[in-house]
């Protein structure tokens, strides 16, 4: 072949690459084909790391703050606990001494019943004593006049 590396004088004419030549350019291309894809997939295998190691951290930031928020929930919920456990002894406190309260007012409005009872009853014995008394004076003053002078 003559005319130039590659390339033979056929009956197409001359400057016509050889079959070899075509095999040597088909392999070049395929292998930088291959080259390229290589290239995109590291590309694409380090972006997906990336894109894993970011949501990783989004998840550990999310977690991270559910937990304070939990935490604090469950606090607040321990001190809800504890205020209502006080207001039950509170409560109980207050309905007991209520009711000494009750006892007392009820003693009280009694002991004027009882004083009024009292009155009634001196009265009554005082209106006996009257009547006793006026029996006695009129029996006196009847022996009295009955009796020879």
């Not at 003559?2 to 001359?14: A, E, I, Q």
């Not at 075509?22 to 080259?35: C, F």
């Not at 001190?79 to 009750?102: R, S, Y």
Request: proline residues 3%; charged residues 25%.
């Amino acid at each position: 072949p003559r005319g130039g590396k590659g390339v033979f004088r056929s009956r197409r004419g001359l400057g016509v690459p050889s079959p070899q030549a075509n095999t040597t350019m088909l392999s070049h291309l395929l292998k930088e084909h291959q080259a390229k894809q290589n290239e995109r997939k590291e590309l694409q295998e380090k972006r997906k790391q990336e894109a894993i190691t970011a949501a990783t951290c989004l998840t550990e930031a999310l977690v991270d703050h559910l937990n304070v928020c939990v935490a604090q929930a469950y606090m607040n919920q321990r001190k809800l606990d504890h205020e209502v456990k006080t207001l039950q002894v509170q409560t109980a406190q207050f309905a007991k001494q209520t009711g000494q309260w009750i006892g007392m007012v009820e003693n009280f409005n009694h002991a004027p019943k009882e004083i009024g009872d009292v009155e009634n009853w001196a009265r009554s014995i005082k209106l006996d004593i009257r009547t006793i008394a006026t029996a006695l004076e009129y029996v006196y003053k009847g022996q009295l006049q009955s009796a020879p002078s």
